[in-house]
């Protein structure tokens, strides 16, 4: 009977994909505007079209040689089935296509936006947060869709039982994180060098607007938005969707298959999704504002929607977790998880909107330059880690404890309570995501609005619709910090889990070759592991900072060039060279993103080699925790700079033009690989260290039986 319950997953992401092709319906319906706004939107629309054809041609020899690799290993008995190599490629054209599929959206919704804003403010939120949704609901839909599918392929046609299931399944998530990292990584380069490029030199030294058509870096900088800031964010999140929920699988079929539960154990983060699914739907339908709306107005109807979809999603999911496990404690777990992603959520909004303190006192140190307003900003975002640590950790304490675990190590049955302990962990990540569909559209509207304000200002539509969609934008940067939230937080939760998952694979492994694995912190394997980890993390933030710079760089001459050469540009007689721009940035991008990216899957292979398979749980931990900090750091420091130079052009400390919006312009162009290329990464980047680490345990453990 339970396993038939499975369907559930299947029909759950249909309904997210029919929501999500009725809002893009809607979204199309509206007009576009005036030819010249047209016809900005096509040149942003054939840039990213034309990026994006770029980089999924790279990405695919990367995943040809993974693949083969993969095919290999399972030709010489390394790997549990041949179903893993295939699962590779479905998740990283499932993430890819959803990418895919939020980019042309917003790059379709901008001009639309731009336009409707110029009759209201609430129109122009209606159309960015409902191509937002499509974004959302296309994430959650197919992810659901490829976890289903991939399930009735095991259970009915190759036969499995529940724990070999789990055991497979939780090795699928590889390929969604790679593709993810390479559209994170990538996005963020060529986003990032365009905006600095473009605030450098049209901002402090030209002194024009960021979106003036003067501006030979506007359009690049508009492609940014979506390449980066929509067609990465969606790989990311499609990631951080399907990696927590087969993570949940493989702890679940450990804590309950004694009890007889395991099939129910599996069923429960499904049907999590699927009523987090209802539940973003309805929450939808609540954004709405009203004219001359504050940004705390605006911020609070975003609430309205998330938060209502969270506390649907709660009451739900207690008959649900009782019928199915008959567990309340499990349900507990699930609500730290809801509980937690909203209080993440809402202590990013405070460090990172112009509507709180931190930010407004960040804006305020521009009055004595850049030094003291970049100074400023790093003590934020240092400063910012403390809210989501607290509430990560008490979420894994108390998950662990109310699903059935001990902290008495000397307890009796310790290890099945353990084991339970783990399951409430996991299913706290699948909690925190299960409204990812509402959660998501907040957050993808963002650079929707920000190309909205791009067009308005170069098709000149006014102060008015400028004002709107600068509100729209503002809001948009808090409510991008809030999605990295929650990507980051149940990063967390997820990596621990997997974690978990590597630790039980391998010492089955080791097992069945009369090994045993020591996981002492005196073990000196271990320990170099968690240097290396946390090495690892400062090396790829390094890579990622220096990719961007140097490809800024060549922005920054290009944009200097055609100001000095094209004679006319500054007196608009002549128009600038956009493509050229546009072609650096894809250039830069494609050039530099394979180097961090192939970390996630070296260091870890390597680690293992080395140090065997206790330095790789080292390696597991150190950069779990670093990277965790490092991303909430990066994160919500880029957000803060970014909203305290709105700020200020907003009319506060002088507004445009003025010393302070130069300095806090040399402070959003430092936080601009902080917020949208490094900091994002990172979370990826701890879950697929881990993936691989899973994928390759067979290889790890053949070379360590070998060299004892």
Known sequence: MTENLFWLGILGAILALLFAFAQSRKVLAYSEGSDTMKKIAAAIRKGANAYLRHQYATVFKVFAVVFLLLLVLCWFGLLDNWFIPFAFLTGGIYSAISGFVGMRIATSSNARTAQAASESLNK???VAFSSGAVMGFTVVGLGLFDISVWFHILRYIAHYDAA???????????GASFMALFARVGGGIFTKAADVGADLVGKVEAGIPEDDPRNPATIADNVGDNVGDVAGMGAD?????VGSILATFALGVTAYTGAGKAWEAMLLPIALAVVGIL??????????????????????TLRRGTYTAAVLAAVIA????????GSWGVYVAILCGLVGGCAIGYFTEYYTSDTYKPTRELAEATETGAGTTIIGGLSLGMLSTIAPILIVGVAVIVSFVAAGGTLTTSADNYTELFSKGLYGIGIAAVGMLSTLGITLATDA????????????????????????TDALDSLGNTTAATGKGFAIG???????????????????????KGLAIDLSLTNPAVLVGLFVGAMLTFVFAALTMSAVQRAAQSIVMEVRRQFREIRGIMEGTADPDYAACVGLCTKGALKEMVAPSLLAIVVPILTGLILGPEGVVGLLGGVSVTGFAMAVFMSNAGGAWDNAKKYIEAGHHGGKGSDCHKAAVIGDTVGDPFKDTSGPSLNILIK????????????????QAFMS
Do not use: H, W
């Open 124 to 126: 122009g939120l209606n």
């Open 164 to 174: 070999r299931i789990a055991q497979t399944m939780v090795m699928f998530g590889m």
């Open 237 to 241: 999140l499609y990631e951080s969707y």
């Open 279 to 300: 539940c973003s739907i309805i929450g939808s339908f609540l954004i709405r504002t009203k004219e001359g709306a504050t940004q705390r107005e605006l911020l609070a």
């Open 318 to 325: 207690a008959p649900l977790t009782y019928f199915l496990l």
């Open 445 to 468: 509207y963002g650079p929707v609005a920000d190309n909205a304000g791009g067009i308005a200002e170069m098709s000149g539509l006014g102060e008015e619709v400028r004002n709107r």
């Open 490 to 512: 149940s990063a967390a939760l997820t990596a621990l889990a997997l974690l978990v998952s590597y630790v039980d694979i391998v010492s089955v492994k080791l097992e069945a």
């Open 688 to 703: 697929l260290v881990s993936t691989v680490s899973i994928v390759f345990s067979g290889l790890i453990v053949a070379v």
